[in-house]
């Protein structure tokens, strides 16, 4: 079986920073793109940030770009999101997601039809 567990979410002041956690059980974490989605209530689920199983490739949304950053160890088969300049309105449940696929294009990589396997969510709240 595969199971992702995310960690790390929590409450923050804007401006502040908070590194969320991935931990993927299972073999074969380093034959997945890892993907990360956030969700506010109410709204649909959105792309954040993407890593290629190798780590050589990344690509971000134009929202969190240049505060977020995604990460990932394939010797400890865990993906990080640090995120960091915290707004309000990042408030959301955060996702991360694991695609077993290789796509041709970044596009389907900010689609979450893409991917395969998904964490539970960690809230994470960002107040002023």
């Known amino acids: 079986q595969v199971q992702l567990v995310e960690s790390g979410g929590g409450l923050v002041q804007a401006g502040g920073s908070l590194r969320l956690s991935c931990a993927f059980s299972?073999?074969?974490?380093?034959?997945?793109?890892m993907g990360w989605f956030r969700q506010a209530p109410g709204k649909e689920r959105v792309f954040v940030a993407t890593?290629?199983?190798?780590?050589?490739?990344?690509l971000y949304a134009d929202s969190v770009k240049g505060r977020f950053t995604i990460s990932r160890d394939n010797a400890k088969n865990t993906a990080y999101l640090q995120m960091n300049s915290l707004k309000p309105e990042d408030t959301a449940v955060y996702y991360c997601?694991?695609?077993?696929?290789?796509?041709?294009?970044?596009?389907?990589?900010?689609?979450?039809?893409?991917?395969?396997?998904w964490g539970q969510g960690a809230q994470v709240t960002v107040s002023l």
């Open positions: 997601a694991a695609s077993i696929n290789s796509y041709s294009g970044s596009y389907f990589y900010t689609r979450a039809q893409n991917y395969d396997y």
């Open positions: 890593m290629s199983r190798s780590g050589a490739s990344t």
């Open positions: 299972g073999r074969m974490f380093s034959s997945h793109d």
